[in-house]
């Protein structure tokens, strides 16, 4: 099975500063890239990213009741938490970016960890467009589409077209990221809770002639 993650759903959003990658890479700083060009790659993971273009030090806007073992944080960078990352690195060896980062409060306390950021830029092309309830772009049908939408949360997906990646972007979604039933069951296993809002996908049934 393959379940549709919502990384930017309700809950899975946590507000945080990066003093120093700001003063690296913000306005004014004359950096190439600049922080808008490194939060598109946070957000669609278009490129593997070098070290030092991810923040090392994040300071925590305001303390979420309960600190999920996923989330985002602003422009759109992953975080997550230390068994998330041994999991997926665990069923995708090599396949997947993680760069150590520190969360703390504003007065300095640091958050429990170890926490991680992550890219993710393996791609496949497997949902079944003509079976699915999404959203196209009429103008870019094959790059920007969209699983979100106001109606039933139905998507068909061709098992056969799949490559054995178990976290990974589909490729006509900007943004998506799906996982597999073993990633889904590991986390399960574990009680970790990665972008909770997720959905299940429904698998292409195959007539037999």
Known sequence: MTYIFHPS???NMVGVEK???KEKFGVGSG????????????????RELL?????????????????????????????????????????????????PLTIETKRGKIIEGPWFAMNVTARQD??????????VNKRFPDELCSFFHDGEDRVTVDAGRQSGLHLWREQRFRGSLLGSDAL???LKAQKLRFFPRAFRALDLVVEAD
């Open 126 to 135: 497997s949902v079944v467009m003509e079976q699915s309830s999404v959203n």
């Open 51 to 99: 070290e030092d273009e991810v923040p090392k030090r994040l300071i925590a806007k305001k303390i979420p009741q309960k600190w999920h073992d996923s989330f985002r944080v602003s422009d759109a960078l992953s975080v997550v938490r230390e068994p998330v990352k041994d999991i997926i690195e665990r069923l995708d060896p090599g396949v997947h970016q993680f760069f």
């Open 9 to 11: 759903g309700p809950g």
């Open 184 to 186: 889904m069951a590991e």
């Open 19 to 21: 003093p120093e990658w």
């Open 31 to 46: 950096s190439d890239p600049s922080a808008a060009a490194l939060s598109s790659v946070f957000h669609y993971g278009l």
